[in-house]
């Protein structure tokens, strides 16, 4: 892979213009989608493409969801080919890159190198223009606001209750046969493994800007970066480079459970595809961070492992942790909290089907009808060749589910 962009676009060059919903439809919608990420964006595509509209789409900013909230300046572990087999995904997309004025995010990612990576803000930005021209004129409804509650009963299906963004406006209630949630996950943020740490939240400290604006150029600090995964070597790779040009007093202590995984291409197949290190990332830990690496490297002027086992993780962190003065957990990311969802006016726990997109209720077994959800928080499960078992998470990979299991869906 070659080199990346070197320029991040700016913050929503291809922001879409404000918009207000009128003329709404009176009467039931097809399928109301929940949220305006990625997923939600792909769902509304496919929806439009099996004909199961009018939808109604609820998101607070639609604004490309997390990938142009926190990640712009993320290098992307996927090749922009990927991004553009996502715009190629329905037809509907195809028509809005058409028809819609240039430049713009979708002719911006077909201009880059399709063989390389980029910065995520390219896809983002991608989003955020099909987000655009998913409009009214196609049959989607736009109501800017947080989804609070679904309920569904055989009169009224779903019925879905929602807080407008704007506070001066009155919650709504309407109705649809299907229920989308595309509600994407969010960092875990576990309790700090010492109490004189100020954490620094993982999403701020994948932004080398915003990191180096929360850290002092002028005072020593230490930062604990807890985890080996793909955000957590992105924050290493973040602080590395402010030690080493802006930021000269800072140092880094990087604990670490197990050694660093990486995907590995094998004959038309990639192992860990979904959870090892890709890109940038993999080849920036594979020449600094491995264990007959370090020691020679530039990073370790500025950077000290520490390997932790679960057994001794809590001495191992008294004894290191002392003099640390902030801490990024890079210990994973879970689903962001879901609306009171009933069945019949009961509570429902909820088992999501990783192969139909569907949902069980725990207690019973029973399919819960019209209900589906995409995205990270609802991914594929996927079985490699070797037998291994994961979560096919990544723009591509929502789409391509999508494809497969919405024209199954039903009310
Ligand atoms: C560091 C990092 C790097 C990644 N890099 C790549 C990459 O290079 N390539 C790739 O393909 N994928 C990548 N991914 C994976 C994935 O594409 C992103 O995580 C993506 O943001 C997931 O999209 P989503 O739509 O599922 O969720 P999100 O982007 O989180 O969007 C969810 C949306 O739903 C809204 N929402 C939530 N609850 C409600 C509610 N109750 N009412 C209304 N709206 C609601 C939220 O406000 C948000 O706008 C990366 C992930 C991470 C963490």
């Given amino acids: ?35 305006a990420g990625p997923a939600g964006v792909a769902a509304v595509g496919n929806l439009l493409e099996e004909k199961s ?20 300046e993320v290098p992307s572990n996927t090749r922009v080919k990927r991004f553009a087999g996502f715009l190629d995904g329905v037809e509907v997309f ?24 980029c910065y995520i803000a390219e896809a983002a930005d991608m989003c955020m223009s099909l987000t655009e021209g998913l409009s009214e004129e196609r049959g989607v409804w736009k109501q800017q606001g947080s989804v609070t509650k679904a309920a569904w009963s055989e009169t009224n299906q779903w019925s879905v209750s929602i807080a407008p963004t704007d506070t001066s406006v009155s919650p709504v209630t309407l109705s649809a046969s299907m229920l989308i949630l595309c509600t994407g996950s969010e960092p875990i943020s576990g309790t700090l493994p010492a109490p004189n740490l ?40 973040n602080l590395y480079n402010l030690a080493s040009s802006t930021h000269p007093h800072l140092r880094i202590k990087w604990f670490t459970r197990h050694p660093l995984r990486y995907a590995e291409e094998k004959d ?81 726990d909820l088992q999501f089907d990783h192969d139909s997109a569907g949902f069980e209720d725990k207690k019973t077994g029973e399919v819960v009808r019209g209900l589906y959800g995409a995205g990270i928080a609802f991914p594929e499960r996927v079985t490699d060749p070797e ?24 009310a």
């Avoid at 509209?53 to 712009?72: A, S």
């Avoid at 290191?320 to 009171?340: F, M, N, R, W």
Wanted: some cysteine; charged content about 20%; aromatic content about 6%.
């Fill in 94 to 117: 195809k028509q809005i890159e058409k028809e819609m004025p240039k430049p713009n995010g979708m002719t911006q990612l077909r201009s880059l190198d399709q063989e390389n990576t």
């Fill in 1 to 35: 892979m070659g080199d990346i962009t070197p320029a991040v676009t700016p913050l929503g060059a291809y922001a879409p213009r404000r918009f207000m919903s009128t003329q709404r439809p009176q009467n039931q919608f097809g399928a109301i989608v929940v949220g």
């Fill in 268 to 348: 038309g197949w990639i192992l860990r595809d979904n959870t090892g290190l890709k890109g940038h990332v993999a080849t920036w830990a594979k020449e600094h961070l491995e264990e007959d690496v370090l020691s020679a490297s530039p990073v370790s002027q500025f950077l000290q492992k520490v390997s932790t086992t679960r057994g001794n993780e809590q001495e191992v962190y008294a004894r290191e942790l002392k003099d640390c003065t902030h801490c990024v957990q890079a210990i994973g990311y879970v689903k962001s909290p879901l609306p009171d969802l009933l069945v019949n006016d009961q509570k429902v």
């Fill in 387 to 410: 037998g291994n078992v994961e979560m096919a998470v990544g723009l591509f990979k929502f789409m391509k589910f999508l494809r497969r299991v919405v024209p199954q869906w039903k």
């Fill in 53 to 72: 509209g009018p939808i109604l789409w609820v998101d607070n900013l639609f604004d490309g969801g997390r990938l142009n909230k926190h990640y712009r």
């Fill in 198 to 237: 100020r954490e620094i939240g993982l999403d701020p400290a994948l932004s080398p800007t915003l990191l180096s604006q929360t850290l002092s150029k002028d005072t020593p600090s230490t930062v604990a970066v807890i985890g080996a995964s793909h955000s957590a070597i992105l924050v290493l790779r």
